[in-house]
């Protein structure tokens, strides 16, 4: 498992409070929009400062032929689950977290103060089953499911996406929480920067000449944990599986030798090629666990170059982007957004912060 924090900071201390900015509740996109590449875009010039406003399918325009596009290409799955209690009949939900062996998951539970271990609960119409099996320290719960046929199927049926906390309203397509690239079953969560991509925009791109490189990272629900110290350095993150094959380490590390920029499609990817880094520049290709914690001061290896969505007030992803854009000039362009109407968090409009 690796666990990294930026250097360089040693007599700077950055406060949680550094990362507040005022948002109106009205600007957090509750619904996607009718076409997913109709979001407005935000470009964000460091060397100049200079901000520019944008619709997403300019991104065409600002990548050249010899860049490399990296994108999570990990698949959201209907992790929320709706049982009744078979000693007394009270409705609980389950939030699927990590699958362990023999059909045992690791799960928020509500309520949970009475989900204690032994209790047995009844999914749908029989056709999923559980038993809680222990209760960890963080009172996180494990379940082990009992089911006849193909769990991951059932699981389509009896489950619902797990959208983020902010987003009240109901998703009615559940594919608009999913990539178009979505490919291996794992993640709590969506890559949301990715969400603005088409399969016409990716063509674009590779009829320019830009590569387009997978990694997977399946994203917990840790992504959404508030900062709850002061001191941003005593922050721990949250562990994260992710692996990355030979043929796409070395279209990036081609990329990249070649001149190229490596601009990542989204925090998640950005993390995962930062975590997979050997320190001399060079991805390596890898399968582990990581709780690479980016904040300012960390010198990337990988990545130059990032798109992502609005996030949240002192949030550990928008930390993520003031390493890269300088905090100020991150901070400036948010109340801009503000001022200009942009949509906010995973159904939002989104970031392009370049040379």
Wanted: a negative charge.
């Amino acid at each position: 498992m690796k666990q990294v924090v930026c250097g360089g900071l040693e007599n700077i201390r950055l406060k949680t409070s550094d990362f507040y900015f005022e948002l109106p509740e009205e600007q957090i996109a509750q619904d996607p929009l009718t076409e997913r590449s109709s979001s407005r875009l935000m470009v964000l010039h460091r060397k100049t400062g200079t901000i520019e406003h944008r619709k997403f399918t300019d991104i065409v325009e600002y990548l050249r032929p010899g860049d490399c596009l990296v994108r999570n290409n990990t698949k959201v799955i209907p992790a929320r689950l709706f049982g009744t209690r078979e000693d007394t009949g009270g409705v609980i939900e389950f939030l699927l977290l990590k699958r362990h062996e023999d059909d045992v998951w690791e799960t928020l539970v509500k309520p949970g103060k009475k989900a204690r271990t032994g209790v047995k609960v009844v999914f749908g119409e029989g056709e999923l089953r559980g038993e809680i099996v222990g209760v960890q320290e963080d009172g996180n719960r494990r379940i082990r499911f009992s089911y006849e046929g193909i769990f991951e199927e059932i699981l389509d049926r009896l489950g619902q996406m797990p959208l983020p906390p902010y987003i009240t309203h109901k998703l009615e397509d559940k594919n608009r929480y999913q990539t178009v690239y979505a490919r291996y079953d794992g993640s709590a969560a969506a890559p949301t920067a990715g969400l603005h991509f088409t399969e016409e925009l990716f063509r674009e791109l590779e009829e320019k000449g830009v590569a387009v490189a997978n990694v997977t990272l399946h994203v917990g629900l840790g992504t959404f944990r508030p900062v709850k110290v002061e001191d941003v350095t005593e922050h721990h993150m949250h562990s994260e599986h992710y692996f990355i094959e030979p043929a796409e380490a070395e279209k990036i590390n081609r990329a990249k030798k070649a001149g190229g920029r490596i601009i990542c499609v989204g925090t998640t990817s950005c993390r995962t090629i930062e975590s997979a880094a050997d320190g001399d520049g060079v991805l390596r290709a890898a399968e582990e666990n990581t709780e690479i914690f980016i904040y300012p001061g960390y010198r990337f290896q990988i990545m130059d170059e990032l798109i992502t969505n609005f996030h949240l007030p002192e949030s550990t992803l928008l930390m993520l982007v003031s390493a890269l854009a300088g905090k100020e000039f991150v901070l400036r362009a948010y109340e801009e957004a503000v001022r200009e109407g942009y949509r906010f968090f995973s159904f939002g409009d989104a970031m392009y912060i370049t040379e």
